[in-house]
């Protein structure tokens, strides 16, 4: 994969990540734990896909 598509794709995982930071913080003022593990899980797995593109 070339290094402009591969930055690319890093730059949208990386906004993907902060919504999902966001949310889980605004689910933890609510005290909605389940949405907060499914938000945990999600971010998880953005993050593992931003570690392999880099």
Not at 14 to 20: A, E, F, G, H, V
Not at 35 to 41: D, G, H, K
Request: charged share 20%; aromatic share 4%.
């Amino acid at each position: 994969m070339n290094a402009p598509i591969r930055q690319s794709q890093a730059d949208i995982l990386s906004r993907l990540y902060d919504m999902k930071q966001k949310q889980l913080a605004q689910a933890a003022q609510q005290g909605n734990s389940f949405r907060c593990q499914v938000l945990e899980a999600e971010a998880q797995a953005i993050s593992e896909a931003l570690k392999a593109i880099r």
